[in-house]
């Protein structure tokens, strides 16, 4: 049981370039959750999916789209890469979104965008 | 607006003391809050949480206490040691959206 991964690890990107940043969860979690965490600035979402086939913006969703393949699978992406965009992005997973859940997180992926 | 206020920054305690983080919130209908605890490199991982309907929750060494008049809560960690150094979120559950917002995080350093 590997809980949420998420690849890559790290990542530099330039200025206009995209990328997905991939994750995973083996729970059967319900809901999952992007979030960047920013010196001084805590975690703050960007997206989340409550169920299979559903999307919804989180605090700061510009920029980014996201996409729930399926149960196991939200990915997110970054179309057109800013410097504004350099952060560390989480992602989590929750049972059903049910109010007051757990949210278990993923290692994380370190971005860097020149 | 959702807010959620986090304090202090940055907290040194020797090793053996006492260890309190304090947070308010905005959103009087908050009920579920969550602390959470990131080590380095790693995601974060909840340690304790509480919800609205008890003032205080305790597991072992790690306490937190709830104040819904005031709109804040605080977690208490007593017997610091080593391994207690991490940076530590709180947060709360705004039921309007369903969503978690976050603190800004507390680095907390333990000092032998």
């Known amino acids: 049981n590997a809980g949420v991964t998420q690849t890559p690890k790290f990542q530099v990107l330039k200025t206009g370039q995209s990328m997905t940043l991939q994750c995973a969860q083996d729970m059967n979690h319900n809901s999952m959750y992007w979030y960047r965490q920013d010196p001084g600035m805590g975690l703050r979402l960007i997206y989340y999916?409550?169920?299979?086939?559903?999307?919804d913006k989180g605090e700061v969703p510009n920029g980014y789209n996201v996409s729930r393949l399926n149960k196991r699978e939200f990915s997110l992406r970054l179309e057109s890469a800013a410097p504004s965009q350099t952060s560390v992005y989480f992602c989590?997973?929750?049972?059903?979104?049910?109010?007051?859940?757990?949210?278990?997180f993923g290692p994380g992926t370190r971005l860097l965008v020149l | 607006g959702e807010n959620v206020e986090q304090h202090p920054s940055t907290l040194s305690v020797q090793e053996g003391d006492s260890a309190v983080i304090k947070c308010t919130y905005s959103?009087?209908?908050?009920?579920?809050f969550p602390w959470y605890k990131q080590e380095l490199g790693k995601g974060p991982q909840l340690i304790i949480d509480i919800r609205s309907n008890v003032g205080e929750k305790k597991d072992q060494r790690i306490a937190v206490t709830l104040n819904k008049t005031a709109k804040h809560f605080s977690l208490h960690i007593t017997e610091t040691q080593p391994e207690d150094s991490a940076v530590y979120f709180c947060a709360a559950l705004y039921s309007s959206a369903s969503k978690i917002i976050f603190g800004s995080g507390t680095r907390l350093s333990i000092r032998p």
């Open positions: 959103d009087s209908a908050s009920n579920y």
């Open positions: 999916s409550a169920s299979e086939g559903t999307t």
């Open positions: 989590a997973s929750s049972g059903n979104g049910a109010a007051g859940e757990t949210q278990y």
